[in-house]
């Protein structure tokens, strides 16, 4: 029935959104309205609850204490040069909270003291400058949304299957809004030399990591942030002061940044030679693979998030993402590559960010291979793992883009696998 004027009465409107959604309602996402869930009085119903000040900052609730960052004990020689993992299986949307954040350091976590740091631009400038953290907050500063990720992540899987969950096969990702200042800026402030081609920065903690950065990669995106997600950086990822280098391998990305040095060659430093190359078959090694190619994991379901509902309406969800532009599609299969299906896209679409996607499909209960076939906005389709094996070998522990498969078995268990 319409209204006098024609147009649709709020209660039609209503029963075509119910009639719309009948398809979930069938497939037992309702409860029976016996249910004593909502029919009995609870606990919280009873009593007040805690007051906002009683709780530390950024308390989740009890509930969610199991969402946290893990680390592999075996994978570091030390704590002190650890590596925690992102738990994805547990996120959604694409921002990852900052307490969740991936991160790695090489000598602790270091705590500056704001107020005494500074830093430092020198080497083939016309002004050598030292800035405090009250100069650097007087440039005009930009909100850029971009994922880090460490050239290692999945690395431990070029030899085959090896951790049970995408928190340890994909988890060395963050997706953050960072607020800084374009390094351009601090760059034009000292002045560079015609002789300058390269930018080496170097961290405030006790490994002093220093990068080499090609001086365009410099001028165009780079960011020296101070916030992510609108806070302080944590310590653990810089704080006070960072590089962030969009698209490109996390561990150029210096934290506790303290210096920029302008010269007019590569460096060649540690973390650029005996680190972060990726070694070939004939012994040989690639080097200066900054960007980051398409990549792309199903997180849900997985082995850490198996199906608990049953057969009947499923919900699969994953990430993309690529250092060279955007993800328009992704596509997902169920039956290990035999067939495969467009995903549905969710959320903004920036520029080396992360891309969230889902695929709604109703489980018959029999055994998945699911897998996700990223696409970029260059064009790039990510591989699978036999076809980047065959071009680089099993030596390397960087840069590993390849397809993922998890194997679900009727139990909704779900597993790492590789089929051929």
């Given amino acids: 029935m319409s209204s006098s004027n024609g147009n649709p009465t709020r209660r039609n409107v209503l029963r075509g959104a119910l009639a719309a959604g009948g398809a979930v309602m069938t497939a037992g996402a309702a409860r029976a309205a016996g249910d004593p869930a909502i029919t009995e009085i609870q606990t919280w119903n009873q009593a007040l609850g805690d007051g906002v000040d009683a709780r530390p900052y950024g308390t989740p609730s009890e509930f969610e204490a199991h969402v946290k960052r893990r680390n592999v004990e075996w994978l570091t020689a030390d704590p002190v040069s650890s590596v925690n993992f992102t738990p994805l299986h547990e996120l959604d949307g694409i921002i990852t909270p900052n307490g969740l954040c991936f991160e790695r350091h090489h000598a602790g976590i270091a705590e500056v003291d704001p107020a005494k740091h500074r830093l430092m631009i020198n080497g083939l400038v016309d002004t050598p400058l030292v800035f405090t953290m009250q100069d650097i907050l007087r440039f005009p500063r930009e909100n850029r949304v971009y994922f880090l990720e460490c050239a290692a992540n999945s690395g431990m899987e070029w030899r085959g299957s090896q951790l049970n969950g995408c928190q340890f096969t994909h988890g060395m990702i963050h997706n953050v809004m960072y607020t800084g200042v374009p390094l351009r800026l601090l760059l034009e402030e000292a002045g560079v030399k015609t002789s300058g081609k390269w930018v080496m920065p170097e961290g405030a903690d006790a490994s002093a990591m220093t990068r080499s950065i090609p001086m365009e990669k410099a001028l165009d995106d780079c960011l020296v942030a101070f916030k992510m997600n609108g806070e302080a950086l944590r310590p653990e990822q810089g704080y006070p002061l960072r590089l962030v280098v969009p698209g490109w391998e996390g561990n150029m990305w210096v934290k506790w940044l303290r210096r920029l040095e302008v010269g007019d060659q590569p460096w060649h430093h540690r973390e650029e030679t005996s680190k972060y190359t990726d070694l070939l078959a004939d012994g040989q090694a690639r080097r200066f693979t900054w ?78 291979l699911l897998q996700s076939r990223a696409h970029d906005s260059t064009g790039y389709v990510q591989p699978t793992k036999d076809q980047l094996r065959e071009v680089r070998g099993v030596n390397s522990i960087y840069h590993n883009n390849g397809i993922q498969t998890w194997h679900v078995s009727e139990s909704g268990v779900a597993e790492n696998v590789e089929i051929s």
């Fill in 291 to 368: 960007e980051m190619d398409a990549k792309s994991v199903i997180t849900n379901p997985s082995p850490q998030a198996p199906i608990l509902h049953g057969a009947g309406h499923t919900v699969l969800s994953g990430l993309a993402w690529s250092g060279r532009g955007t993800i328009p599609r992704v596509d997902v299969t169920l039956d290990g590559g035999n067939s495969w299906h467009a995903a549905r896209m969710s959320g903004p679409s920036f520029e080396k960010s992360l891309h969230r996607f889902y695929y709604e499909f109703d489980w018959d209960g029999s055994p998945l």
